[in-house]
């Protein structure tokens, strides 16, 4: 228990991963927890909104998700940017990245590799900068194509860490935004540290299940000499059909689970 208030550390845990992650649902935070059941996130997720440290939203009458509050932020100080609201398109977009996280964190575990992660809004947070919601806004949307949507680390047994820019693509572009887009990772991927991003990358993965968009991917890579290093792939079969049983880690189901860590 932490002294001086009744905010228990699984509370800071559970804010922590939502105002990383902008939103999630009560899904999304059972799995990462490894709780027993929906019931104890709902009673904390209660707990949590009624201190205004989480808010809950209902997306087109159906999908409930939980975001974190300006609030939540100064008691973790989580350096993140944070939802003002959830549209559809975002909704659907955070959603899938928050569940390909949980897919790589289960398999690291299960493969005995170690797995961190970024997420768009910590990077967006240490991009931008301080100043007004205006500057802010007008200097993410001049680099919002130089921000991936989640930066995943994999570290080997031997130390190597590969580190990979993610891209969830759920509608084809125009080939000119791909193309622009690709000078960029021609850049990255020659090992070169750019000024205004805080990583350098060894490889670049798209997720997209339409077949338009794995093949204007595979068609604009083919002109860089780091095409190897880009490919595409589909969302895997295990989040679109929440089948999530095949890859949790073994004991996830155990009465007081230990939520894994990434920092």
Do not use: C
């Amino acid at each position: 228990m932490l002294k001086y208030t009744s905010l228990k550390e699984k509370d800071l845990e559970y804010l922590t991963f939502i105002l990383r992650n902008g939103m999630v649902t009560a899904k999304h935070i059972m799995l990462k927890f490894r709780e027993p059941n929906i019931h104890r996130v709902y009673r904390r997720l209660r707990k949590l909104e009624g201190k205004k440290l989480v808010r809950h939203e209902r997306i087109a009458h159906k999908v409930g998700v939980y975001l974190g509050t300006i609030e939540a932020r100064k008691l973790t100080n989580v350096n993140a940017t944070v939802p003002t609201k959830a549209s559809i398109y975002t909704m659907q977009h955070d959603l899938l990245i928050t569940d390909l996280i949980l897919f790589y964190e289960f398999q690291a575990e299960n493969q005995g590799v170690e797995f961190k992660y970024r997420t768009e809004r910590e990077i967006r947070h240490s991009m931008i900068g301080q100043g007004d919601n205006q500057s802010k806004l007008k200097a993410y949307n001049a680099k919002r194509d130089r921000i991936p949507d989640v930066v995943f680390f994999f570290k080997s047994a031997d130390g190597k860490v590969t580190t990979t820019w993610v891209e969830l693509e759920l509608n084809k572009k125009e080939r000119k935004r791909y193309d622009e887009k690709f000078k960029l990772f021609e850049e990255l991927l020659s090992n070169e540290r750019l000024e205004d991003q805080p990583f350098s990358y060894d490889q670049v993965i798209y997720f997209a299940d339409d077949v338009k968009i794995h093949n204007v991917v595979n068609e604009a890579k083919q002109r860089l000499i780091n095409a190897n290093k880009i490919s595409v792939r589909k969302i895997p079969s295990v989040i679109v059909d929440e089948r999530w049983e095949e890859v949790m880690p073994s004991g996830s189901n155990d009465e007081e689970p230990a939520g894994a860590t990434t920092n």
